[in-house]
């Protein structure tokens, strides 16, 4: 498992933009796919973004789509989400998350995810 620690969240208005970190504090994020979920108060956890181990491949939920861009760079053992174009509805604990699983096809699921940070807060007003 990583320890991860996530870091950037904070308040903005609607249209704003936020970037999240994400830091391993704890082994090696580049043996891992790397991806952000959130949760809304009474909600539960969805997929956020994802990223591949080498970066080739990129997956995002259709409401974040060409709006959010996560990246990752594995020598300096972070991922970042780019948060553009904020609306009230994206406002939500953001949590990186760690699936050291080298193919999946439900990765949008929180299953299978074996480590997690302790998420950062993220609030976007109308």
């Known amino acids: 498992q990583v320890q991860l620690v996530e870091s950037g969240g904070g308040s903005v208005q609607a249209g704003g933009s936020l970037r999240l970190a994400c830091v391993a504090s704890?082994?090696?994020?580049?043996?891992?796919?790397m991806a952000w979920f959130r949760q809304a108060p009474g909600k539960e956890r969805e997929f956020v973004a994802g990223v591949s181990r080498n970066s080739y491949t990129t997956d995002y939920s259709d409401s974040v789509r060409g709006r959010f861009t996560i990246s990752r760079d594995n020598a300096m053992n972070t991922v970042t989400l780019q948060m553009n174009s904020l609306k009230p509805e994206d406002a939500a604990v953001y949590f990186c998350a760690a699936d050291p699983t080298l193919v999946r096809n439900t990765r949008s699921r929180p299953e299978g995810y074996d480590s997690w940070g302790q998420g950062t807060q993220v609030t976007v007003s109308s």
């Open positions: 704890v082994g090696l994020v580049r043996a891992y796919y």
